[in-house]
């Protein structure tokens, strides 16, 4: 299993707690997803605390959940019982128990926290398991532009760093950092329909932070079957 054991330590110490639906995922879904409501299926890898959850439920999508914390699963099983059955305990980068079919799948900030060897994986599941038209949507992807790049340790790649004792990352286990090339590279074979970079970068303190992150929306061919 390629889960962060981290994560589940930091879920079960109630931090990293999000529970506002992210506004990126909001416009981007309504932008590129007008007509989601009953009867799509949407799948978010890595749902954490549930944050992106009652905006699927107002829109009357049939939504359903992977993550690899025990702790955030049976919360979020206890807060949408509706949901049960669709919250599943997994490694989002290996075999999903779920059939194929799904209209959107959605990643906030979590593919992001693996190697890229295990990223491509999960971007060979989500072409097979969504249907064709389907939409994959990544936000908070890590840019190479981010400060903590120059921090942490090497990992099993060069885009990959884990080992961080402070900072925005520390305690959380690998952090994957992407430029466009790299991020076009990992799409072959899907048509990118929206790739953003953000940058902010903070003034006071005068600490040189830059936080640095891309949003994307890829669609999987009409003509390539589910």
């Avoid at 999000?18 to 309504?30: A, G």
């Avoid at 994986?121 to 981010?146: K, M, N, Y």
Wanted: overall charge neutral; some cysteine.
């Amino acid at each position: 299993m390629t889960f962060s054991v981290e994560w589940e330590q930091r879920y079960a110490a109630n931090t990293h707690l999000s529970v506002w639906p992210w506004s990126d995922v909001v416009s981007l879904t309504r932008r590129h997803c007008p007509a989601l409501g009953s009867g799509s299926r949407v799948l978010e890898l890595g749902c954490g605390a549930g944050a992106n959850i009652p905006f699927f439920l107002q829109l009357t999508a049939d939504y359903q959940g992977l993550d690899g914390s025990p702790t955030m699963i049976a919360q979020l099983r206890e807060r949408f019982p509706q949901l049960a059955q669709g919250l599943v305990v997994a490694d989002f980068t290996e075999a999903w128990p779920f059939k194929p079919g799904f209209d959107l799948i959605l990643d906030r900030a979590a593919l992001t926290h693996n190697t890229t060897a295990a990223i491509r994986r999960c971007l060979e599941q989500v072409r097979t398991a969504l249907r064709p038209g389907g939409l994959f949507i990544g936000v908070d992807w890590f840019s190479t532009a981010h400060s903590e790049v120059a921090h942490g340790q090497p990992d099993a790649d060069a885009h990959t760093r884990t080992g961080y004792t402070s900072g925005p990352f520390a305690g959380v286990g690998r952090v994957h950092f992407a430029d466009e090339a790299h991020l076009r590279e990992l799409f072959t074979g899907f048509e990118l329909l929206h790739l953003e970079e953000k940058r902010v970068r903070r003034l006071e303190p005068a600490d040189g932070r830059c936080i640095a992150t891309w949003s994307l929306v890829a669609r999987k061919s009409d003509k390539e079957r589910s």
